[in-house]
């Protein structure tokens, strides 16, 4: 079902504000974490002053320790459900259990599947059998075909609104990078599937001065989006401050990356 030779033309994705897959260029920006009604509303409201149609933040987050921030839960998912309609965007938040499944499905137009979760079968199946597009994070020793494989438990359940998400991977020197942004798989996974490819640049390299220099290789490598962590005070931001972009540095690489889409 993923695989372009039974099914040869682009998948396109259309939810309220976005047309995503194919030549289309997909914008998606927000905090890593809701914060407050407040806060992701105006970053949301920076978002699209940078031509995203899509917000992101996480309101249920996976973190590495128990004892750091874990996310607002369903107050999250409503903040950032208003912040989105407010300014006429979709929203994509992350999912991390299948029996949240319900719940963030009465939210979100995009379901997000974390690194870490990208082969939680249970979880796979749960959000293939809704009709919500899913964007599904590589995880961070996944192979292309690891990815592939779960994009199939999506689809296996009737659900092929499925987007791919680079987000850089594990190797044996991520000192100064936080992950390897494997950029080689955003043209191979366009060959073997029919699937948007979406870059995730934020998590790729981990620190904000190196955003956008992968965004815009990204771009380059010919992908169908990006999605970007943006944060008006880093220093505070209650996860994922170091990669965060302010407002000013987003806006300008946003702007280049559309510049450069064009010319791709
Ligand atoms: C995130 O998008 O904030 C996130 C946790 O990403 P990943 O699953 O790629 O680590
Ligand atoms: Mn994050």
């Not at 599937?193 to 955003?211: Q, R």
């Amino acid at each position: 079902q993923s695989s372009r030779l039974l099914h040869p033309e682009d998948t396109i994705i259309r939810t309220p504000h976005s047309v995503i897959g194919g030549n289309h260029f997909v914008m998606m920006a927000g905090p890593c974490s809701v914060e407050s009604a407040g806060h992701v509303e105006r970053m949301a409201e920076v978002a699209k002053q940078g031509g995203a149609t899509v917000v992101r933040g996480g309101a249920f987050k996976p973190r590495t320790s128990p004892y750091s921030f874990q996310g607002l839960g369903e107050e999250g998912l409503r903040d950032l459900r208003a912040a989105a309609d407010q300014n006429g965007l979709d929203m994509i938040t992350e999912v991390m259990d299948d029996e949240h499944v319900a719940m963030v499905a009465q939210y979100t137009d995009i379901f997000q599947i974390g690194a870490r979760n990208m082969q939680n079968f249970s979880l796979l199946k749960a959000v293939g059998r809704t009709r919500i597009p899913v964007a599904l994070k590589r995880g961070m020793s996944a192979t292309i075909d690891d990815v592939l494989n779960a994009a199939e438990y999506i689809a296996a359940g009737g659900n092929h609104q499925i987007m791919l998400l680079e987000r850089g991977i594990r190797t044996f020197d991520n000192k100064y990078t936080r992950n390897t942004f494997d950029l080689g798989a955003v043209p191979v996974l366009q060959e073997l599937t029919h699937y948007p490819v979406i870059v995730d640049p934020s998590h790729a390299v981990g620190t904000w001065e190196l955003v956008t220099p992968m965004a815009m290789a990204g771009v380059a490598a010919g992908a169908s989006g990006m999605i970007v962590e943006i944060h008006d005070d880093p220093t505070h931001a209650f996860s994922d401050g170091p990669q965060a972009l302010k407002p000013k540095t987003y806006l300008k690489m946003a702007k280049q990356a559309f510049q450069l889409h064009d010319l791709v």
